[in-house]
């Protein structure tokens, strides 16, 4: 009896806080938003438990629901174009990220195409450049003051553009360019993981070269393919910073109508349907990702594998590794790109700056310093809110085998970033729970958007920890609580450190969610470039996009040093 009070007073309770806060700041709101969709008037979910008169208000609200909406919706032209140019823009980006990629991570792992080293460090650039910064890079590269363009046309081009930025051609390309690593490093596991002996047979066999790698490598590989095809096209599907920085007023995207009819009209209906659309099309590439693999079995591996045969011939390796060294350079420029326009003092049509100076920087230390003070702040909450909820989670997923806190923490992965924005900025915008506006609102978005990665980092973990630790620690005396702090806490200190890293990161890189609910005294860096980016002022912009950089680099760094101190 006194273990099972001790249960219901200690994991218990933390069990029911999870469950709270997850529903509270993730459910909810999207069922508010679902709701709105019919009614075109925000819903107060909140205030409907504590006054009689807000009850009977929402109960009337939701009486007036109509269909109106999704019908107004869906005969205007512009919104089902939207949706269809963002199909067809992630469909695109996927399949030539997938085209792309292939022959990369065939040559990183099964050739010794040269400077393979140079080539795999240089593939992490676009990961540590959040999507905005790219598009500004893209500007500054192809727009008409571009070094590129320059370039161009003193070589004879007649055009106006070598490329032009401001269209669905220059969206795809700087999606391409710096969403392919996200494609690329599974590939390479794939391609690493496959069976000899299957391909050795096929050369006994009589087949050579390319049709080996048609018949046998290629469709060894084909599972890993399909899946990161999806991860990308629901990456690109949902990206915000480069179609909000590049697309034209005549392109029209979901995410960039969302925005625009809940930051510019307020228009709550319109806001509604199309964060249900986003929300739906996300949730149906996972649906159709799991359905793909379910009951499958790829396994080609039995055994101790065979060493990797690499592919030898000479001219492969140089072919692939100059292709190779063509896509990770774009990316690199770019990076360069920004770097030299935060040190010019002026640079128009050329391909270097006029002169060059460090009063950018000068400028950001002490006129935006409240900025990176606020990206630290933001960044260390939600950090925290992360940690605690993640590891939880990780621990009743893993010891209580809680399917629905696995199911709650996997679903941030299927939302948009700007339908999360939305659907917490309808839900807490009236009292008891106002925190529309707040700082509070932004660390809770934040946490709740990359809780899946720490409890992905802290499941691991959490596994391979036995429970006869925890029991000894029980049959001492010490309460499951008690236990599960003092000894399965320390324990998981290390999948902590590495998810941190990676929560800490991507939140300083968020944008979509930024852009809707920060405050603007609780501005952090990446709102301050966007605005910058606005206002055209390009070198203070470049300066914070550079600081932010190297920032996301020193924190990559340190997450690199605590994995390698885990391995051993």
Known sequence: MKKIKEKITGLGIMKFLVYLFLIMFLVIPLVV????????TPINFFGSFISIETLQSSIETIK?????????????????????????LALVVSFT??????????????????????????????????TFISAYAFIMMFGQSGWVTYIYQALGGTKEYFIDPYSITGIALVQIFFFFPYALWPMVA????????????????????????????????????????????AVSFSDFGTPIILAPTGLSLLVVEAYREMAGFFNW????????????????VFWAQNRIFKNKNYGSLSGKPKKMKMNENKLVSILLGVFSGFVVLVPFLALITVFLQSIATTWGRGPLPNGYTLAHYQNVFSNTLSNIQNTLILGLGALAIAIVVGVLISYFVVRHKSSGLDFLSTLPLIVPGIALGIALLQTFNVAPL????????LIIAYAIRRLPYMVRSTVG?????????????????????????????????????????????????????TILLAPPSWAPLSLAIFQDILRTQYYTAAAMSIILVVLVIVLQGVAKLISKKETY
Do not use: H, W
Request: aromatic letters at 8%; glycine letters at 6%.
């Open 434 to 441: 106002q925190l529309t506006g707040t700082a509070t609102i």
């Open 33 to 40: 938003v679902f709701a709105v969709s019919f009614t075109n």
């Open 64 to 88: 007036n629901s109509t269909l109106e909406n999704f019908n107004a919706i869906f005969s205007r032209s512009a919104y089902f174009g939207a949706l269809r140019n963002s199909l067809v």
């Open 190 to 233: 794939a391609f690493k993981v496959s069976d000899i002996s299957l391909e050795e047979a096929s050369t006994n066999m009589g087949a050579r070269g390319l049709l080996t790698f048609n018949t046998v490598t290629f469709p060894l590989a084909l599972p890993g393919i399909i899946s990161t095809f999806l991860v990308i096209f």
């Open 97 to 130: 990220v997938i085209l792309m990629c292939v022959p990369i991570a065939y040559g990183i792992a099964r050739t010794k195409m040269p400077f393979k080293r140079t080539i795999m460090a240089l593939c992490t650039v676009p990961l540590i450049i959040p």
């Open 461 to 513: 973990t959490m596994k391979s920890i036995k429970e006869d630790i925890e029991e000894a620690a029980v049959n001492l005396g010490a309460s499951t609580l008690t236990a599960a702090l003092t000894v399965i806490g320390p324990l998981m200190l290390p999948g902590i450190a590495a998810g941190s890293i990676l929560v800490f990161v991507t939140v300083i890189k968020e944008t979509s969610v």
């Open 269 to 284: 209906g319109n806001a509604a349907i199309l964060t249900i659309m986003m929300v739906a099309v996300a949730g149906l």
